[in-house]
């Protein structure tokens, strides 16, 4: 009894000691910071449960704290801090610095690998994401994807249909194919299930993926974790049956033909030359597809997803980037990637789809590897810095009639021609080192495949479906299941 007692009161008196100790350490940090504003928060759990209350959707709630403090703000939870950017200036200010560049360890992903290490993808970015992913031409292997969909949506002879499982297949076949050497039927169980899990990641992850930056909430036994963890688990038990099927088919001899053999490629060179094989290492091999696999599938399956479904909502639109490709095309041949200056119409109808559809709530964060100042602010070494996409792409104060849909808002009205540098505002890709590494293969689908499906058909909604642009928020911002018709065009 004594002995319980005991223990007890040295246990609440533990507890408080640390509390009290963390309280004077956030005391002592305001005093010696100028931190950002943005909401009080509680002690210890700052502003979880604001966050996570249901009153409002977090990336309302993201940009309802946008208008409040302007350009950035922070908040934090358990002890880990965020801070929001929500100024174009600011975003590239940041981010062209090395000290911003860090990435906040995507936590659930250490676990399924069992690693603590956070930084393994940096070298392979350099070496293969970018030799391979951003300088090669992928229009061939896209436009064969893009074939399969067209013959995807024939089939089902004009009746309504959901394209987006379709839509999911064909993207993901590209990144595989660039990946693996290997694509897959429309029916094939296990990929379909692969797509869906990528899906499930990004929804689970929530904007800015912020829950899964704090140890506490990442590791905590919840039913949304649970749901986390198997659909990271389920995509690494796929690859790691490519891998080891790459592994046995493997001869040092041959040229790569696709990225997994040229990363194996540079571990038998070094393995070979007996020099340290540094980051080509299995776990990292792993790592590095799982990224640009999770990357590559999600966000441009979301964002064509969102352009087939604004083209059925929008039917004078459609028509209009139909004329445009005819008069430009004519009807005997697919659209290529050397006829978009000819197509301005069609170019600024993609991009004000991407602005409109909001696809990304707050892009992944990065990690300040030093104590370092920002727009007249100390932001302390260890902060998971965020730029607020969703708040760039829909903001008044950045965009005329932001809340409607202007297909030729980003053509020059002295010139009639494209504007590239009008979409600027948006920085779809990120800004700096860190700069997205699929943004060509992602541009050269996104144009691919929605000119080849418009050139080929006429997509239209059920009779009186309401209008929206809203959808589910992840880390993307994806459409509610839809049905439409694919009607040929002769
Ligand atoms: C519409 C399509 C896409 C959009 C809007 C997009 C956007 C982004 C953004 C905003 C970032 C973060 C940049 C930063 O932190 O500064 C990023 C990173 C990344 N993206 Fe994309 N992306 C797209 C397609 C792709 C594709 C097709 C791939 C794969 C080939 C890919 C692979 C990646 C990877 C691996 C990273 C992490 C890079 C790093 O940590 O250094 N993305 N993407």
């Known amino acids: 009894m004594i002995t319980e007692l005991i223990t007890t009161s040295y246990l609440t008196t533990t507890v408080l000691t640390c509390i009290v100790g963390y309280l004077v350490v956030q005391l002592l940090r305001r005093k010696r910071y100028k931190l950002p504003p943005g909401p009080k928060g509680w ?11 249901g009153k409002y959707e977090l990336r309302d709630l993201l940009n309802m704290w946008a208008k409040e403090y302007g350009d950035l703000y922070m908040f934090s939870m358990f002890g880990s801090r965020f801070v929001i950017l929500n100024s174009y200036d600011l975003v590239h200010e940041a981010f062209q610095s090395p000290d911003f560049n860090d990435r906040a360890p ?31 031409n992928f229009e061939d292997l896209v436009a064969a994807e893009a074939a399969k969909l067209i013959k995807n949506f024939a089939s089902q002879e004009g009746t309504f249909f959901n394209p987006i499982t379709d839509i999911y297949v064909t993207v993901s076949n590209v990144i595989t194919g660039i990946l693996t050497g290997k694509t897959y039927d429309y029916n094939d169980e296990e990929f379909v299930e692969l797509t869906k899990r990528a899906q499930q990641v990004f929804e689970w992850m929530g904007p800015g993926s912020f829950f899964y930056h704090v140890p506490v909430l990442a590791y905590m036994p919840m039913e949304n974790n649970k749901m986390g963890d198997a659909a990271v688990k389920g995509m690494f038990d796929f690859l790691e049956k490519i891998l080891k099927r790459h592994r046995q ?69 459609q028509a209009k980037v139909q004329a445009e490709l005819d008069k430009v095309i004519g009807r005997d041949r697919l659209p290529s990637l050397s006829d978009r200056q000819n197509l301005p119409f069609t170019e600024s109808t993609s991009v004000e789809c991407y602005r409109f559809c909001r696809l990304i709530n707050v892009q992944i964060p990065h990690r300040t ?30 965009w005329e009639n932001s809340e409607e849909f202007v297909p030729d808002r980003f053509i020059d009205k002295e010139t009639g021609l494209y504007n590239s540098k009008l979409e600027a505002g948006l920085v779809e890709f990120g800004v700096g080192r860190r700069v997205c590494p699929g943004e060509q293969l992602a541009r050269t689908e996104l144009f691919v495949i929605f000119t080849h499906i418009l050139h080929r058909f006429t997509l239209r909604l059920p009779e009186g479906t309401p209008i929206t642009r809203n959808g589910i928020n992840g880390l993307t911002h994806h459409p509610k299941p839809y049905k439409i018709t694919a009607a040929p065009r002769r």
């Not at 002690?43 to 209350?53: F, N, V």
């Open 369 to 398: 590897r030093c104590d370092v100042k920002l727009g007249g602010y100390d932001i302390p070494k260890g902060t998971n810095v965020g730029t607020n996409a969703s708040w760039l792409s829909s903001s008044p104060s950045l």
């Open 106 to 136: 995507i936590l659930p992903c250490n676990k399924a690998l069992n690693r603590s290490n956070t930084e393994l993808n940096l070298l392979f970015n350099l070496k293969c994401e970018l030799s391979i992913i951003h300088n090669s």
């Open 43 to 53: 002690p210890i759990i700052g502003s979880y449960l604001t966050l996570t209350s």
């Open 249 to 317: 088919a493997y001869n040092p001899e041959d040229e790569p033909k696709d990225l997994i053999e040229a990363f194996m490629h540079e571990e038998a060179n070094k393995k070979a030359q007996n020099v340290d094989v540094g980051s080509f290492t299995h776990q990292c091999l792993k790592q590095v597809v799982w990224d640009l696999m999770l990357g590559g599938i999600e966000t441009v399956s979301t964002s064509l997803s969102w352009y087939f479904l604004f083209m059925a909502q929008y039917p004078d639109v």
